[in-house]
């Protein structure tokens, strides 16, 4: 998506750099935060979008091999595999919690998820932890699973991954059309 900052429009990226993503996680768990932790790693591996991700419960992921979810943009139910890594952080951070309970819980009020306004500002505030360069909003969680995806896969799986109408929507989705044209460009030789 594209935030309107005045009357620019200003895009957020995909976290690119593999070893920033591995600090990222290694900071979360380092620090204690295990709920932003556990949106962080939900978005990567699932590429759900933060609307949904606030959505699930304790019941929706404990002991599960895949979440289903009805999609708030789109209104279609998904199934959506839970990675090994997630789940071994699902498994431990759901261990004691009741299913009911949201799993992205404010720490405000009854059993209410953060909101994407707390979500967005956990975002920021991993942006300038760790010092990315590239502008990083709730989204960029999705973004960063379609682009690792998309490094290890073909663009047919990431477009069908991502719910996308064509594969020039997913691959400027990713950043990757802006990115190899500057790696063309960079490379011409006369």
């Known amino acids: ?32 935060q295990e709920r932003n932790l556990i949106m962080f790693l939900i978005g990567i591996y699932t590429g759900m979008r933060i609307s949904d991700i606030l959505k699930l419960k304790v019941k929706d992921v404990k002991g599960k091999i895949s979440i289903r979810v009805k999609e708030d943009k789109t209104k279609k139910f998904k199934s959506v595999a839970i990675h090994k890594e997630l789940f071994n952080a699902l498994k431990s951070y759901c261990e004691d919690k009741p299913g009911d309970e949201y799993l ?13 306004i707390q979500a967005y500002r956990v975002i920021k505030d991993i942006q300038r932890k760790h010092k990315i360069e590239s502008n990083l909003g709730c989204h960029s969680l999705r973004k960063t699973y379609g682009y690792r995806l998309y490094s ?39």
């Open 104 to 116: 992205i819980k404010s720490r405000e009020g009854i059993n209410q998820p953060i909101s994407r």
């Open 1 to 32: 998506p594209v935030k309107h900052k005045g009357s620019e429009k200003v895009r957020v990226e995909p976290i690119k750099d593999n070893i920033k993503i591995r600090m990222i996680i290694s900071d979360l768990k380092q620090s204690g």
């Open 152 to 190: 290890s896969n073909d663009i047919s799986i990431v477009q069908k991954s991502l719910n996308h109408a064509s594969q020039a929507n997913t691959l400027k989705y990713i950043g990757v059309e802006e990115e190899e044209i500057r790696k063309a460009t960079l490379n011409l030789k006369y």
